[in-house]
């Protein structure tokens, strides 16, 4: 049987939207590669709408066992994963990878400046929360399986 995917943290739901604001994923059929902020790597996505499953390579979905941002935004990119496209605005050109690098790695000290910077741009926090939950929420609902095999990270 295949396995189920850990709940994806909230701020990979960001840097998905953050990707798709960014056209940084390219979708090809049921497979993807996706840009990281800096363009140093490149993620390959992979999915099987019959089996419900999907898998990708970058750190979060290969070592934490959680779908991360890559896969988010094939997802959305695909229509597979609805979302309110007002949310994208205030992501777009977010620096995920200097942010992750400058807080070392302490993603909750990257979504506290990056909702910060979201503030400043006059986004509505109350309404981007309810589209972040709404996401979540069924993303959740899709009950996606990880697709073998597995391919390691990009170096």
Do not use: C
Not at 17 to 33: F, H, K, P
Not at 35 to 56: E, M, N, Q
Not at 135 to 148: D, G, N, V
């Amino acid at each position: 049987m295949a396995a189920d995917w850990k709940p994806s943290p909230v701020i990979k739901i960001y840097e998905a939207l953050g990707a798709v604001a960014d056209g940084r994923v390219e979708i090809d059929g049921d497979t993807a590669r996706v840009a990281s902020s800096d363009k140093a790597k490149t993620y390959d996505v992979r999915h099987d709408p019959a089996a419900g499953s999907i898998t990708a390579n970058d750190n979060g979905s290969y070592w934490q066992g959680y779908l991360g941002y890559p896969g988010i935004a094939y997802l959305m990119e695909r229509g597979v994963l609805a979302y309110d496209s007002g949310l994208t605005a205030g992501l777009a050109g977010v620096p995920w990878k200097e942010l992750a690098t400058e807080y070392r790695n302490d993603w909750a000290k990257v979504e506290k400046h990056v909702r910060e910077e979201l503030a400043a741009k006059g986004v509505d926090l109350d309404r981007f929360d309810a589209g972040i939950a709404e996401i979540s929420s069924r993303l959740e609902k899709l009950a996606l399986t990880k697709l073998s095999p597995r391919q390691r990270p990009p170096k």
